[in-house]
């Protein structure tokens, strides 16, 4: 049997495995053991970050306007994009291959890691910079301006604190992720408050009180120091270079696959205006409840998938997928019947009566998490057996159907036409994923027997 050094999850006995069936072996790994403690850790860990990230746009909609939540949801996608690249570039590699070492060798591959992560930290600093100076010169809109000086100074504290949680995870210390993600959640959102009340908040403050919380979480993480790193400096290259063979096709898999969650919302803007763009991200905000669950079980399922099939091959894969994507479909379509029944009712609730009359459009984006969250199965799978790159070509796929959809549709039917085009692209682009991964699996299992 094959075995992964360093592998906390608990694995069952190779024959139990085989003679298991395929659905009563999977739902019962899935419900009973240490495998359920994590992944209710991991979904508890992403609905206190998504349940901050709401609660933030419902306080940014009622105070600045649904205006003011679009440009927060531009400045939020170029945030967003840094955290992205840094975690295909770092944090999926160090998941895949943390696994493979251990000892001394562990301590400096996880030491390495945070040289990389300053690195590329800088090189976001720089990006902001030539952002500033295209604003300077007209390009860009002139409302984003304050809030990226602020981003200038706040952005590697949010960078450097979305690296931890996702360190976190792939050592399985859900806990240390929850105790630094609750840390800035109370932190933000007492800020937030406080600048209600003190009627001071704008879209600016909000980064700045993002910076702070980010700042006392990744201190918080640097005092307890839950794992052990070692600083070899003639490492450090060669282990950017051996990440670097993976984290590229993921990197590239991410910029082509979600180009259309970084350009849909621009699109907006300048097709409409920033409020169109607002309305985008409210009902985004409520699809997004969903997305919590579907994140929450992926930083679970990514390197349970990698143990799975370290220690079983392509059956112990194929069991951990099944069970996961069971999970993914009652859960998360039982969530869009939900949205469908409630119309506008939550979104006027929380954001005002700027949203009247935006509860179709809210789920439509819901079906598109849920498309996604098929295409995430699948994503992992082909992560798990080391084939990254064959990601690109339903992201690819997707991509492409998702822009020339919306471009289509967004002159005429608005926000409405960015979330279908969602649904369009996602849908096929998860057929494609899944399809390769199939393929695939069944060409490592003729490998297995030879």
Known sequence: MRTVANATTD??????????????????RFVVGED???????????????????????IIATSCGRTGLGVAHLALTLLFLMMNVQGELLNAPYTIYRSRKHGRRLHAYSGSAFVHQAILAGIGTVAIIALLGLNSIGIGPTDLTPSLWVLLFAGPFCLLHTFLRNFSFAAFQFRVAVAMDVAVAIVQLTTLVVLVQLDMLTVPWLFVAM???????????????????????????RHWQENWSFGRWALASHVVGCAGSYVLPWMLAIVHDQAATGTYAGCGKLSALAATFVAGVAHFLSPRAVAAFTEHGVSGLKRV??????????????FCFLVGLSGDFILVSLFG?????TGPIALVLSIAVLANSLAILGGNGLWAINRPEANLISDLVAVVLTLATAAVLVQSHGVMGIAIAAVVGGTVGAVVRGLTLATLMKRVSIQEAA
């Open 11 to 28: 694995t069952p006995r190779g024959e139990q495995a085989k003679n298991s069936p395929l659905i009563g072996y999977g739902l019962r």
């Open 36 to 58: 359920v403690r994590r992944a209710s850790l991991a979904v508890l860990d992403q609905g206190v970050v998504s349940g901050l990230s709401f609660a933030t746009s419902a």
């Open 321 to 334: 997928l099944f069970t996961a994507g069971i999970v993914y479909i009652v859960t998360v379509g039982g």
């Open 353 to 357: 009566n700027d949203f009247v009359g």
């Open 211 to 237: 910076g702070v919380s980010s700042l006392i979480a990744c201190v918080g993480w640097f005092v307890v120091r839950p794992e052990p790193l070692r600083y070899v400096r003639k490492l450090v290259l």
